[in-house]
């Protein structure tokens, strides 16, 4: 079946890189999404990158693709507290449909 | 920039009340969506709609109904709340089937006493 699994949490210092990991299980994918939601608030997409991109880099944000082992990564660079979120991991399928399917959220502790 | 507002940030209700939560777009978006945020579940949906007057189940629509009379308005309705739908809701919507890429509203943290 479709799924998407991230791990739940991840804490790094203020400066250095956050590397986020998502695994997703669908080939079919045409678009894979990051969005990142703060405390109280909804989700806001941060970047998104079509499935036959590698990679997508937009300032601090670098996305990688593997097709190939369906795994998808986020990068920031210097890491600030105010990057502290929950990032989400979503792919979307397009199979005489449309659907799209989030992992569980990765939440970022930016400790300064 | 696309904007989606819903009616309320946090709502309280009691057992057995009838909900609505809106849901509203400004940018003419043809899908709409209702998910449930959950801590460890993620988003899981509960209905969308590719137009007006149209509907489609998600993942878990037992307990939700939904309305869409008009284009830029997306209703969830509880008919009769539930204390296991005490959770955070979210609305999005996106243009087309093709781009997918979903905006969504601040959210409704509901609970249900």
């Known amino acids: 079946g479709e799924d998407v699994e991230q791990s739940l949490f991840l804490s790094v210092r203020e400066g250095d890189s956050s590397v986020i990991n998502c695994t997703y299980t669908?080939?079919?994918?045409?678009?894979l999404y990051w969005y990142k939601q703060e405390p109280g608030a909804g989700l806001q997409l941060l970047t998104y990158?079509?499935?036959?991109?590698d990679m997508k880099q937009d300032q601090r944000l670098t996305v990688l693709l593997n097709k190939k082992d369906k795994h998808l990564s986020l990068r920031i660079a210097d890491t600030q507290t105010g990057d502290s979120a929950i990032y989400f991991c979503?792919?979307?399928?397009?199979?005489?449909?449309?659907?799209?399917?989030f992992g569980a959220g990765t939440r970022l502790f930016v400790k300064a | 920039d696309v904007k989606v507002t819903q009616s309320s940030r946090y709502l309280v209700k009691r057992t057995g009340e009838k909900v609505f939560l809106e849901c509203v777009q400004d940018?003419?978006?043809?899908?709409m969506f209702w998910y449930r945020q959950d801590p460890g579940l993620g988003l899981r949906l509960i209905y969308f709609?590719?137009?007006?007057?149209?509907?489609e189940k998600g993942d878990i629509p037992e307990g939700y109904s939904v309305s869409r009379e008009k284009k830029e308005r997306f209703s969830l309705i509880l008919e009769s709340a539930s204390t296991n739908q005490t959770s955070m809701y979210l609305c999005?919507?996106?243009?087309?089937?093709?781009?997918?890429?979903?905006?969504f509203g601040p959210g409704t943290r509901l609970t249900v006493l």
């Open positions: 990158i079509f499935s036959n991109m």
């Open positions: 940018m003419d978006h043809e899908n």
């Open positions: 669908d080939s079919s994918s045409t678009y």
């Open positions: 979503a792919e979307s399928i397009n199979g005489g449909g449309f659907k799209t399917i």
């Open positions: 709609s590719y137009d007006v007057k149209m509907k």
């Open positions: 999005a919507s996106s243009l087309r089937a093709e781009t997918d890429t979903q905006y």
